[in-house]
């Protein structure tokens, strides 16, 4: 991770779970896939750990709006929990998935209903191109 990195990372928002979610996806690279030995992926979760203080940690708040969501979009509570702290922080949901962002456009209206205001989502190379 290199300057350019640690800048645009520096004050946004992650999940409480993220940390998990990164070290599990680590953990599958070398334990279930074998793309890596464990001494790579140590030096990676020191790495990608070492942003952790730049990063802003937090959960959604309101833990019915993410039910609800994840409801009337048919999405995992996981995945509307990233929706619902977004709106909550009244930030951009920046996310590769490209399911979630197309449910998200697809169901403004009916995000809005239940939020209070619709949710901006991009993918990385958006955030990057407007960098």
Known sequence: MGSDSFRLLHGNYIL???????????WKETVLLKRITIDEAIMLLDLVSSSYSILKITFPENIFHVLKIAHSLRITYYDSSYVVAS????????????????????????????????????????LLKSN
Do not use: C, F
Request: glycine content about 4%.
């Open 16 to 26: 409480s779970l993220t940390p998990y979610e990164i070290g599990n996806a680590i």
């Open 87 to 126: 709106q909550e922080l009244k930030s951009t949901l920046v996310t590769d998935d490209v399911k979630l962002r197309k449910s998200i456009k697809q169901n403004e209206t009916t995000i809005s209903n239940i939020l209070g205001s619709k949710v901006n989502v991009i993918s990385t190379s958006e």
